[in-house]
């Protein structure tokens, strides 16, 4: 399974950007799909995931500003982001798992979001 993102790019603080990543190749059924982040020097973090059944998480820091959804039948996952602040600038990557035999896990290679101040 790959997953490739799309939507990154350079914005200043409060504007907004729309990520998408979409899913391809051994699918059976996609479960969780999920956004995390990494900045310089950090660990990758979580940012919001959505399970097959529309069950939703967000980390705090993104509540209220960011809403993750997903098509099934695109086997897509989107990350609207709203008022974004520098401290969002990092590389964005996303996440999807599936049962085979047993859970796998798919990673996409990332897409830096960049915001000014």
């Known amino acids: 399974v790959q997953l490739v993102e799309s939507g990154g790019g350079l914005v200043q603080a409060g504007g907004s950007l729309r990520l998408s990543c979409a899913a391809s190749g051994s699918i059976f059924r996609i479960n969780d799909m999920a956004w995390y982040r990494q900045a310089p020097g950090k660990q990758r973090e979580l940012v919001a995931d959505v399970s097959r059944g529309g069950v939703i998480r967000y980390a705090d820091f993104v509540k209220d500003r960011f809403t993750i959804s997903r098509d099934n039948a695109k086997n897509t996952v989107y990350l609207q982001m709203n008022s974004l602040k520098p401290e969002d600038t990092a590389i964005y990557y996303c996440?999807?798992?599936?049962?085979?035999?047993?859970?796998?896990?798919?990673w996409g290679q990332g897409t830096q979001v960049t915001v000014s101040s």
């Open positions: 996440y999807a798992d599936q049962l085979v035999v047993g859970i796998d896990e798919y």
